[in-house]
């Protein structure tokens, strides 16, 4: 663990305290096997205890996890053979979103995500995953390509939002991202959406109009950010954890609403703590999915698709 | 300081005096006389209202609220509202400096309206239309379920009777009190425009100040034609959040409708005065 998380440090406590606690056994031939394995149980206990419990501010920061694995990673460790298909053919390759064809358990997926870097060299590259206009078509492009042939889609997010910026603007933020959730609504092939990290507004929707939209379990998915909601309504960024609150975004409080399918578990400490099987349970779900969506007409896929979202809202009828 | 950046200087003092300036409307409302917010003349308020909200002297357009637009648009008497019935709740309890239920309420009071959007058919120069019309004196017209429910609702009344679309924006974007459901509302109104698109149907925007955010990001600019009233600030980022993130000086004339014209953002920025005519010109040339 390189990166600790201020929730996290009790737990570090405890581990070196088992390290000590062996040194000391090697060194004096001591048998102090019996607290090592207490201490362990300990430090196990209090860390399933803590993840269970983790407030939403807690879990933000594990969305963040700068060590989380970000979409290239997910591809690496989930498919084979990923070709990966560039540009918006207008000029730009917005490498924020990243997209191809690839095989999954030997089948071919159109697979497309918003990528993120570990490294100040990378999170330039891909501008901390905030997608420009461009980024938007070009997964729309990947999206038709995959609606000709056949190929069912799945989608990765995890960004802080679209990129707020004068080209971005210029170019039509706003109506890529809608034209993105109006086209999605049409496309006859099964579409899979996982929010991997972080879901910030509509510049993660502008991927996630799909059959089954599913969180990995500490990724959260809000109409703002919560300090961009604190810094409005209580008009103090520093609020940002009564706003993650009031806002809703963990995947349990989404799952209540109807906005989501289905909740991945991650495993112990966080997707960071092991890529492996974090992938592994995606894949899986991924998998499962798109077995019972196979299934469907094209009719009755892009009805039920319809459906979906049209029961999304909550009013009363006076 | 060139000419030039004095014009420029002194058009960025008076499009930020325009945020406050709605305030200004308001607390003069009783009065008869209001001050144009952008040249400082006095106008009569039944003048004013007489040019359709648009001062007499330097044609800067007020901000106008839904039951204005649609007196301004639609034929005499045409309008019959829909969907009325469609309030809102508070589905996640939200209370930040103040409860979403005590905001509902004040909106209510304020306006006088159920919610920020008024759905219903109406008549454009003989055109029959259906048609969304957002109010952004109510909670700065977000977009929470009501709104998302009743412009999907008359989309969907457009498509059983084949009628065209026309939705006139005015909004902060989503409403964040109702957090994610409200970013449902855009994948909700987006697929509706969606199945207008399949069937053929003729759907119209006409964006108004201000237009942004979510409505920018869903129904707002799926327009098969989009019009921009003259003057109108429209965008998906807010000026502060690029100012913020760029931190750079934007130009003054920064997502006005006339700079989305420039960079083919829209299809047509229109004067007030002209949009009925505009409207019915547009809905006559596609026979319907």
Known sequence: MSIV?????????????????????????????????????????????????LKPSQKLQIARHQERPKFLDFVELMCEDFIELHGDREGTDDRAIIGGLAKMDGKPVMIIGIQKGKTTKENLEYNFGMPQPQGYRKALRLFKHADKFNIPIVTL???????????????????????????????????????????????????AVADRVMMLEHAYYT???????????????????????????????????????????????????????????????????????????????????????????????? | MTIQEWF????????????????????????LWIKCVHCDSQILKSELEENLMVCPHCDYHFRINARTRISQLFDEGSFEELFKNVLPTDPLNFVDTESYAERLKKAHEKTGLDEAVITGLGKIEGHKIAAAIMDFDYMGGSMG??????????????????????????????????????????AKTSCAVGRLDEAGILYINLLTEPTFGGITASFGTLGD??????????????????????????????????????????????????????LANILDMHGV
């Open chain 1, 5 to 53: 998380l201020d929730f996290e440090k009790p737990i570090v406590e405890i581990q070196k305290k088992i390290d000590e606690l062996k040194k000391m056994s090697e060194d004096s031939g001591m048998d102090l096997e019996s607290q090592i394995k207490d201490f362990e149980k300990q430090a196990q206990d209090y860390k399933k205890e803590l993840y269970s419990k």
């Open chain 1, 157 to 207: 997010i995890d960004t802080p939002g679209a990129y707020p910026g004068i080209k971005a603007e210029e170019t039509g933020q706003g109506s890529a991202i809608a034209v993105n959730l109006r086209e999605m609504s049409k496309l006859t092939v099964p579409i899979v959406a996982i929010i991997t990290g972080e879901g910030c507004s509509g510049g993660a929707l502008g991927l």
């Open chain 1, 223 to 318: 109409v703002i950010s919560p300090e961009g909601c604190a810094s409005i309504l209580w008009r103090d960024a520093s609020m940002f954890a009564e706003a993650a609150e009031a806002l809703k975004i963990t995947s349990k409080d989404l799952l209540e609403l109807g906005i989501i399918d289905e909740e991945i578990p991650e495993p112990l400490g966080g997707a960071h703590a092991d890529y492996k099987a974090t992938a592994d349970s995606m894949k899986a779900s991924i998998l499962k999915a798109l077995k019972e969506l196979k299934k469907l007409s094209v009719k009755d896929l892009k009805e039920q698709r319809y459906e979906k979202f049209r029961a999304m809202g909550r009013f009363i009828e006076g």
């Open chain 2, 8 to 31: 420029d200087k002194r058009k960025q003092a008076q499009i930020e005096r325009r945020a406050k300036d709605m305030k200004g409307i308001e607390d003069n409302a009783a009065g």
């Open chain 2, 145 to 186: 379920s009501v709104v998302g429910e009743k412009v999907t609702r008359m989309m969907e009344k457009a498509l059983a009777l084949k009628l065209p679309m026309l939705a006139v924006t005015s909004s902060g974007g989503a409403r964040m009190q109702e957090s994610a459901l409200s970013l449902m509302q855009m």
């Open chain 2, 225 to 278: 034609i989009i019009i921009a009233e003259q003057g109108a600030r429209i965008g998906f980022a807010g000026r502060r959040v690029i100012e913020q993130t760029i931190r750079q000086k934007l130009p003054s004339d920064f997502q006005t409708a006339e700079y989305l014209l420039k960079y083919g953002q829209v299809d047509i920025v229109s004067k007030r005065k002209n949009l009925r005519k505009t």
